[in-house]
């Protein structure tokens, strides 16, 4: 399988031991995962995405193709545009936006024109919920999560782009999901990094009333355990998971 969600970099709120693509590597080689989509944990809060973007693929190159790009475009960013082609033919796999962090609200034009012009370039758009449980962080981070209407009103733009939403919650999915066309709801895929198995079964129930083609395979490390996923995954009932992880595998 592929992680579509890993991180390399500090991260301003609290200490993460070796978050450093070496070790990522050797992460994804116990897991048995064959590669991973990789973000730049500080770029998210710079002002200026572009110093951050060159680190991560600095960083990556010694490890390429087992990781994978993703940086951060940001389009209230002068020159975007042309940094995310720029990008794009450096071997970006997707790029990863924060309309949260940037003050961006639900259905803002901004973001539906870098979803547009990424699936120009056939590139998804990766958004992340959360870092942090809001139980958890610190007292200066009053950042809000990405609510499920910033995704509603991206997957109704009918831009072209994947999205793909990461550490978001049951309800958040369920949300999302359901507030969705047929249509629109094929657009959107989310990864399990933050959803509970047993005994509440999260997962499993989602798996069975929203399909598991809607999912993806995501860990989010090194901000959590890569085993969380991957424990989850083993502790389905045996009708859903031989069906899961035929899915995940033919897709990573």
Avoid at 32 to 57: I, K, M, Q, S, Y
Avoid at 100 to 125: C, F, K, T, V, Y
Wanted: glycine share 6%; charged share 20%; with cysteine.
């Amino acid at each position: 399988m592929l992680d579509l969600n890993t991180f390399i970099g500090s991260y301003p709120w609290r200490h993460l031991p070796h978050p450093d693509p070496e070790v990522l590597v050797r992460v994804l080689d116990r897991e048995g995962c064959r590669g991973a989509w990789v973000g730049h944990l500080p770029t998210a809060f710079h002002r200026d995405p572009a110093e951050g973007n060159e680190e991560l693929f600095k960083s990556l190159a010694p490890h390429r193709p087992t990781l994978l790009p993703v940086p951060v475009v940001r389009p209230d960013w002068p020159g975007w545009h042309d940094a995310l082609i720029a990008l794009a033919d450096r071997g970006a796999v997707a790029i990863r936006a924060y309309p949260q962090l940037w003050g961006m609200a639900p259905g803002d034009s901004r973001l539906a024109e870098l979803a547009r012009r990424s699936a120009e370039l056939s590139l998804s758009i990766v958004l992340t919920v959360r870092f942090e449980d809001l139980r958890q962080r610190h007292p200066l981070d009053s950042t809000p999560d990405l609510t499920a209407a910033h995704v509603r009103e991206l997957a109704r733009a009918g831009t072209g782009a994947t999205i793909v939403v990461t550490a978001a919650s049951r309800e958040m999915i369920e949300e999302v999901h359901w507030g969705l066309t047929p249509s629109e709801r094929n657009t959107v895929r989310y990864d399990f990094s933050w959803i509970w198995g047993p005994p509440a079964d999260d997962l499993s129930h989602l798996f069975r009333t929203i399909g598991p083609h809607h999912f993806v395979y995501g860990s989010m490390w090194p901000l959590r355990l890569t085993q969380t996923p991957r424990a989850n995954l083993a502790l389905l009932e045996p009708d859903v998971a031989g069906a899961v992880l035929s899915m995940l595998g033919t897709r990573a």
